[in-house]
């Protein structure tokens, strides 16, 4: 993560904890609202169903191996946020297009979700069904073969 870097948004993983595994620079997050810290060496968990939110502070880059446990199915849920952020499905804070990654995520019956932390489990699931039926009619299938080749 570049200096004074962060994650867009506030999220929870649904199914899994995430784990950074900090290898350079250091590490500020806000865990469940309390504040963290972890540097060179340190491992930072943020348990599933917790929110949370990472930052680089430092004047320098920070370098973390960030590890899902359980891996489910992350690497297609990846695949989804990185073809829309390659193919400019962004908006100027650099989001991934919520309709898209809702749809995507939908039609992938992902396991490895990461929901903003502001919207209720019920309200997630509600926007997935609503934009899995918009993407449906719009035609974002062809998105769904190019990122995970299925």
């Known amino acids: 993560?570049?200096?004074?870097?962060?994650?867009?948004?506030?999220?929870?993983?649904?199914?899994?904890?995430?784990?950074f595994h900090v290898e350079?620079?250091?590490?500020?997050?806000?865990?469940?609202?309390?504040?963290?810290?972890?540097?060179?060496?340190?491992?930072?968990?943020?348990?599933?169903?917790?929110k949370h939110i990472a930052y680089n502070d430092k004047d320098e880059p920070l370098v973390c191996i960030v590890e899902y446990q359980p891996g489910l199915d992350h690497y297609t849920?990846?695949?989804?946020?990185?073809?829309?952020?390659?193919?400019?499905?962004?908006?100027?804070?650099?989001?991934?297009?919520?309709p898209r990654i809702m749809y995507l995520l939908k039609r992938a019956e992902a396991l490895s979700l990461p929901r903003p932390a502001f919207a209720p489990e019920w309200m997630?699931?509600?926007?997935?069904?609503?934009?899995?039926?918009v993407g449906a009619a719009l035609g974002w299938e062809s998105l769904y073969k190019k990122y995970t080749h299925k």
């Open 1 to 19: 993560m570049a200096p004074g870097g962060f994650v867009p948004f506030e999220h929870v993983h649904v199914a899994q904890d995430e784990i």
């Open 77 to 98: 849920t990846m695949q989804c946020f990185a073809g829309l952020t390659l193919d400019g499905f962004i908006d100027k804070r650099g989001l991934v297009n919520i």
């Open 24 to 50: 350079r620079g250091e590490m500020r997050a806000k865990v469940n609202g309390q504040e963290k810290f972890a540097k060179v060496g340190d491992t930072l968990i943020a348990p599933r169903g917790i």
């Open 124 to 133: 997630f699931r509600l926007g997935m069904e609503f934009f899995y039926r």
